[in-house]
């Protein structure tokens, strides 16, 4: 699969803008808050819905702008898409595929996966469990619609919850009807505590191999699911807890607890690594992660590198230019110097100054 080209429309620092990339290794280079990753952020968008970032639609519109537009060619063994994403500030957006509209997010995932690394991922491991689910969600997203359809019925009974338990500090005659919300809770969550085991024993298939080489040889990393509660106890816990979440007024267990621990030669390394083993186990991640894709979809997905590279130490950075070779990447950079222009093949080049972008070749 290969994006073809962009339009935008409004969106972040640009005005206008079209481009037309090349299947291979295409660079995006100028200096900071020029607009480099706003591109590579419209592209995910476009994949996925959401931003790498967290951002809200109403935060990725020009100021004084009401909507903005977002328009992506790509093509995917042959056949081409385009997928057109109209994003309002105060509505819900608008996604269209191939000029057809559709209602559900879910009918986009499949058609295209990406794979977003930025140098925020190097501190996956070492910040808090919510960036890791947040992983977990959007990388399964892309790859099981049946995730997706447990994760949004899964939020919207705990946000029904939630607000219940709050309403209960006034309205206790209530209390009964927390039981609507908590048989959607075990119903979804146990769904979801299926599909988030799947994928970490995925990955562990792959991640091995990976980290072993990164390493040198030196370490094994394994990846742990570490679920707030097991399936065939969620129904149970929940009961049991709500004493305390009516004191609390809020949900306290469940798959939005949830967490992942990295063990590195069966040490914790969350809590006892070095900064240098948890980056290099980010870095195996998201390799694992290209290569999770490829093994279930067959074909790779399409890589955005986000300023990463100057991240990495020279080892990191040439096991991970190593891969790229067949899958078609966009990386940004401050500048082009000599260890991009010298290690690794460049397809397209492209110079970005103030929402302006020229293509050099």
């Known amino acids: 699969m290969i994006v073809e080209s962009i339009e935008l429309k409004n969106y972040r620092n640009y005005d206008e803008l079209h481009m037309d990339f090349n299947q291979g290794t295409n660079i995006l280079y100028g200096d900071n808050a020029q607009g480099k990753t706003n591109v590579l952020e419209a592209i995910y968008v476009c994949c996925t819905t959401k931003s790498h970032r967290g951002s809200k639609d109403r935060d990725m519109i020009q100021f004084e702008r009401d909507e903005s537009h977002i ?11 385009r997928i057109d994403m109209h994003l309002k500030k105060n509505k ?39 960036e890791r689910r947040r992983f977990i969600d959007l990388e399964l997203c892309q790859l099981n619609k049946l995730y997706v359809h ?7 009974s705990l946000l029904q919850r939630n607000k219940l338990l709050k ?7 209530y209390e009964g009807t927390l039981d ?3 048989m959607q809770l075990v119903q979804y969550g146990k769904e979801m505590i299926r599909y988030r085991s799947q994928f970490i024993d995925q990955l562990n298939e792959i991640i091995y191999d990976i980290h072993n080489q990164l390493s040198g040889g030196r370490e094994s990393l394994h990846i742990c699911y570490d679920p707030n509660v097991v399936m065939e106890d969620f129904e149970q816990a929940l009961k049991k807890s709500r004493p305390q979440d009516m004191k609390q007024k809020t949900t306290l267990v469940g798959p939005h607890r949830d967490d992942i621990g990295f063990y590195v030669n069966n040490i914790d390394i969350r809590k006892f690594g070095s900064q240098g083993q948890q980056r290099t186990a980010a870095l195996s991640l998201k390799l694992a992660e290209i290569e999770l894709v490829k093994k279930l979809v067959n074909d790779y997905p399409i890589l955005l590198l986000d300023d990463v590279l100057s991240e990495l130490d020279e080892n990191r950075q040439n096991h991970l230019l190593s891969g790229i070779n067949h899958i078609q990447t966009m990386i940004t950079c401050t500048g082009l110097d000599d260890f991009i222009n010298n290690r690794f093949q460049i397809d397209k080049v492209f110079k970005v100054i103030d929402g302006i972008v020229v293509s050099e070749n």
């Open 71 to 81: 328009k992506l060619n790509i093509r995917k063994h042959d056949v081409p898409y």
């Open 92 to 130: 819900p957006k608008g996604v269209a595929i191939n000029g057809i509209p559709i209602k559900k997010a879910s009918e986009l995932f499949g058609i295209v996966n990406v794979v977003f690394f930025s140098p925020e991922d190097l501190n996956l491991i070492k910040n808090g469990p919510s």
């Open 150 to 156: 447990s994760l949004i019925q899964y939020n919207r």
């Open 167 to 173: 309403e209960l500090f006034f309205r206790p005659e």
């Open 180 to 182: 609507v919300w908590d």
